[in-house]
């Protein structure tokens, strides 16, 4: 059984949509630890209710970088962490961390990437923006973790239709469910080790 990891910063209502298809014998694989930035996060309630170790950890606790990606990068390494979920996690991993993991760790983002992605767009930004472009189809995209945000090659795209009448929260919520649906999947495939990756193409079933 693989050892899976999960970063969030926020609800972590994907964190729980994992863990209920784990619950449900959908994913087999071990939730290791929750790492978070923010301790007040509803993640960390999620993961204390599920029984699995947490993590609060954030730059700022350390006086130098170094130290943060040490000390995060040994409680990963102390867990055989084999596969990190990125499910809502706001900060930008360590540089060390990503090249250590290249291609197991996964990020969840809620719009067809490479559209409506990098820096700054999250939450109710990215649902907005996609409404004033006027596209009518969104999603869910899921990929892997490179050095720049929302940029890493991708995994599994759903796509969610934008209706006449949304609002960036109808869409959002809409976009939310299709990620519930989704997002399991892809962390089985990289759990089982059966995504090949060549150069930006992701192949493997999802
Ligand atoms: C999701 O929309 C995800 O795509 C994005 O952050 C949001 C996290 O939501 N990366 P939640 O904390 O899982 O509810």
Redesign the pocket.
């Known amino acids: 059984m693989r050892n899976v990891a999960v970063f ?9 949509a994992l863990l209920d298809h784990q619950a449900c014998g959908d994913l087999p694989v071990s939730f290791v630890l929750l790492v978070g930035n923010n301790s007040k996060a509803t ?1 960390f309630e999620r993961a204390r209710a599920a029984g699995i170790a947490t993590l609060h950890i954030a730059p700022s606790h350390f006086d130098d970088y170094a130290e943060y990606t040490n000390r995060l990068m040994a409680a990963l390494e102390q867990r055989s962490v084999d596969v990190i979920a ?4 706001m900060k930008k991993l360590p540089p060390e961390l990503v090249a250590c993991y290249r291609n197991r760790i996964l ?4 719009a067809l990437l490479p559209a409506f992605g990098g820096k700054g767009m ?2 109710a930004h990215v649902h907005t923006a996609v409404i004033e472009s006027g596209v009518k189809l969104t999603g ?1 995209t899921v990929h892997l973790v490179d050095e720049e945000y929302d940029a890493g090659p991708i995994v599994v795209q759903e796509p969610v239709r934008v209706l006449d009448e949304d609002t960036p929260e109808t869409l ?1 919520a809409r ?2 469910a299709a ?1 519930h649906a989704t997002y399991w999947r892809a962390v089985k495939a990289a759990a089982e080790g059966t995504l090949t990756v060549t150069g930006r193409r992701v192949s493997g079933h999802v």
Do not use: K
């Not at 990125?86 to 996690?89: E, I, S």
């Open positions: 969030a910063s926020g609800s972590g209502s994907n964190f729980q993640a990125l499910a809502g996690y990020n969840i983002h809620p999250y939450g869910v959002a976009v939310l990620e």
